[in-house]
């Protein structure tokens, strides 16, 4: 864990413990490069993080305001499901139910920018929060990372991690579209809700840094695992996605 990370963490938990409570100052970038024997710009790489979260914002002086007490994470960053239950403490796991090649759809070859009929990577993966299931995700992976991806362990914490690792993989954009939908028969099962159920639905499209669309996904949570928010200020409107209450 690079070093600005660990300064955030422990600020992160001094906000969550109220010791700077809504509406607080916290510390100088001076008083906290001294405490924390840190450069001043790994205070700011610090700070910035807790601010893309949300939990801080705008300056006064050479302080940051707490805007907020909750865990989140701002979708402003690209993080993967693991790399967010991470940040909120969570132990995340995953399985993958099924995978097999197919030809793509006339609408999966326009966000993946392929011709209709290439071949995809189809993954069914059940998600899980400290052992509970709350996300099925269904994805579609461009038939250029399919062979990476499949030798991936089934049952791997993060993909996006494993991938940057195996064949310097960076996903670097992603388009969110967000609404709800009603639980079919598979996912109630996998999720254990009756059929019929809410789920709140995450569609996106993943793309490398070099704009080379990677997957695009459906991806459906247990109604009350997750929610997302939006914290409106005059500088910034970051959409979060937080645990559920």
């Known amino acids: 864990m690079a070093r600005y990370e660990q300064i955030a963490g ?6 969550l413990r109220g010791e700077y409570p809504i509406g607080a100052q916290l510390p100088s970038e001076a008083e906290l490069a001294t405490r924390y024997e840190a450069a001043r710009g790994t205070i700011r790489q610090a700070v910035a993080l807790l601010a893309s979260e949300g939990l801080v914002g705008s300056r006064q002086g050479a302080r940051r305001i707490v805007l907020g007490g909750e865990r989140s994470q701002s979708f402003a960053e690209l993080h993967s499901f693991a790399q967010w239950a991470r940040s909120m403490g969570y132990r995340a796991s995953g399985t993958v139910l099924a ?3 197919r030809p793509c759809t006339p609408s999966e070859a326009v966000r993946l920018s392929v011709e209709p009929g290439d071949e995809v990577l189809t993954v069914l993966r059940l998600r899980r929060l400290d052992g509970e299931p709350v996300l099925v995700e269904r994805t579609v992976y ?3 990372i399919a062979p990476a991806v499949e030798k991936l362990d089934p049952a791997c914490e993060s993909v996006t991690q494993e991938l940057y690792e195996a064949v310097g993989l960076v996903f670097a954009y992603g388009e969110h579209l967000i609404d709800a939908v009603a639980a079919g028969a598979e996912d109630a099962r996998l999720l254990g809700v009756r059929r019929g159920s809410p789920l709140l639905r995450q569609r996106r499209t993943t793309t490398s840094q070099e704009g080379r669309p990677v997957e695009c996904s459906d991806d459906r949570y247990r109604a009350g695992s997750v ?6 200020s005059t ?11």
């Open 10 to 15: 422990d600020l992160r938990e001094a906000i």
């Open 99 to 101: 995978s097999r090649r």
């Open 142 to 144: 461009a038939g250029w």
């Open 227 to 232: 929610v997302f928010s939006i914290r409106n």
């Open 235 to 245: 500088s910034a409107n970051p959409l979060v996605r937080r645990a559920g209450d």
